[in-house]
């Protein structure tokens, strides 16, 4: 008799109930999927591809982070309570049981967490990417700025493309060598192309490499060997430019990229703490028997 008594005590209760733990984590999922989408929506609509318009990228990474902790905070205090308030709590009393609400609530944040990310690698928006995203098109645009409307969209990123599209450039009334003197168009700008490349990483142009280069513009332009040095001179100093002004777009980028990344990391550990607090609070008003209203409104 004593044994059929103790198996039908309230204590052999299960102290974990997986099935408020997932269906808090549904809703924390869905309420985080629901709020970044939202919000990636509305930084996209305040950045422009266009210079000088648009919020700047430090702001939107600003608005980025501070949605970012809002999101986890609202979707995983909401599912932390749910998960609470639907267990039955009759496995112990007092702070044990307010350990189990809040143990309750850490569960549904680690299932939340799995499902965000399972969400957002079948196409979710994901706040840490869209300030990627704004910083690479940034940098994709001021490279077109530089360009100019002639450049292909290879050379608006390639500064030994555009340094040779520069030194070729035909001047002017000049008298340019014949076609047959010129020799295979394809083979020379590939070694042009290897020479800026060089000077570009070597951050030097040896005499040499120099009086090569004033030779061919003088060739195949026709400009005086002092026009032809001045013109070498610009374009090494516009690839050395725009090989800057890229390197710099992308430190930018992954800058932007390492403190949406720990500002997501901060705000899920801050969506822990709410998770277990909600859960807490709400396994607290379920014991209490705290009706929920919304505006007068019983809702629970």
Same mark, same amino acid.
């Given at each position: 008799?004593?044994?059929?008594? +103790?198996?039908?005590?309230?204590?052999?209760?299960?102290?974990?109930?997986?099935?408020?733990?997932?269906?808090?984590?549904?809703?924390?999922?869905?309420?985080?999927?629901?709020?970044?989408?939202?919000?990636?929506?509305?930084?996209?609509?305040?950045?422009?591809? =266009?210079?000088?318009?648009?919020?700047?990228? =430090?702001?939107?990474?600003?608005?980025?982070?501070? =949605?970012?902790?809002?999101?986890?905070?609202?979707?995983? /205090?909401?599912?932390?309570?749910?998960?609470?308030?639907?267990?039955?709590?009759?496995?112990?009393?007092?702070?044990?049981?307010?350990?189990?609400?809040?143990?309750?609530?850490?569960?549904?944040?680690?299932?939340?967490?799995?499902?965000?990310?399972?969400?957002?690698?079948?196409?979710?928006?994901? +706040?840490?990417?869209?300030?990627?995203?704004?910083?690479?098109?940034?940098?994709?645009?001021?490279?077109?700025?530089?360009?100019?409307?002639?450049?292909?969209?290879? +050379?608006?990123?390639?500064?030994?493309?555009?340094?040779?599209?520069?030194?070729?450039?035909?001047?002017?009334?000049?008298?340019? +060598?014949?076609?047959? /003197?010129?020799?295979?168009?394809?083979?020379?700008?590939?070694?042009?192309?290897?020479?800026?490349?060089?000077?570009?990483?070597?951050?030097?142009?040896?005499?040499?490499?120099?009086?090569?280069?004033?030779?061919?513009?003088?060739?195949?332009?026709?400009?005086?060997?002092?026009?032809?040095?001045?013109?070498?001179?610009?374009?090494?100093?516009?690839?050395?430019?725009?090989?800057?002004?890229?390197?710099?777009?992308?430190?930018?980028?992954?800058?932007?990229?390492?403190?949406?990344?720990?500002?997501?990391?901060?705000?899920?550990?801050?969506?822990?703490? /709410?998770?277990?607090?909600?859960?807490?609070?709400?396994?607290?008003?379920?014991?209490?028997?705290?009706?929920?209203?919304?505006?007068?409104?019983?809702?629970?």
């Amino acid at each position: 008799m004593a044994t059929i008594l +103790a198996s039908a005590s309230p204590a052999a209760t299960a102290r974990i109930e997986w099935g408020p733990v997932i269906a808090g984590a549904l809703v924390a999922a869905a309420l985080g999927t629901i709020a970044i989408a939202f919000g990636g929506a509305v930084g996209l609509s305040l950045t422009s591809p =266009w210079p000088n318009s648009g919020i700047s990228l =430090w702001s939107s990474l600003v608005f980025v982070g501070y =949605w970012s902790v809002v999101v986890q905070i609202m979707s995983f /205090a909401a599912g932390g309570y749910l998960a609470a308030r639907l267990r039955s709590g009759v496995a112990m009393r007092g702070e044990h049981n307010r350990f189990d609400d809040g143990a309750h609530g850490l569960l549904m944040w680690a299932i939340g967490i799995i499902m965000m990310a399972i969400l957002a690698a079948f196409g979710g928006t994901v +706040a840490a990417g869209n300030a990627s995203r704004i910083a690479a098109g940034g940098a994709a645009g001021a490279g077109a700025a530089m360009s100019g409307p002639s450049s292909s969209a290879t +050379a608006a990123i390639n500064p030994s493309e555009t340094a040779t599209a520069l030194l070729l450039r035909p001047v002017p009334g000049a008298t340019p +060598a014949p076609d047959a /003197a010129r020799g295979d168009d394809a083979a020379l700008r590939a070694d042009l192309a290897r020479v800026f490349a060089s000077v570009v990483r070597n951050r030097e142009l040896t005499t040499r490499d120099r009086d090569y280069l004033a030779g061919i513009v003088s060739a195949r332009t026709g400009a005086t060997e002092a026009d032809a040095r001045q013109r070498v001179t610009e374009a090494v100093n516009e690839a050395r430019d725009l090989e800057i002004r890229a390197r710099d777009a992308a430190d930018k980028a992954r800058k932007a990229s390492v403190i949406a990344g720990f500002t997501l990391a901060v705000g899920m550990l801050i969506g822990l703490v /709410a998770a277990c607090a909600a859960a807490v609070l709400g396994g607290t008003q379920r014991d209490e028997e705290v009706e929920v209203a919304i505006f007068g409104h019983r809702i629970w």
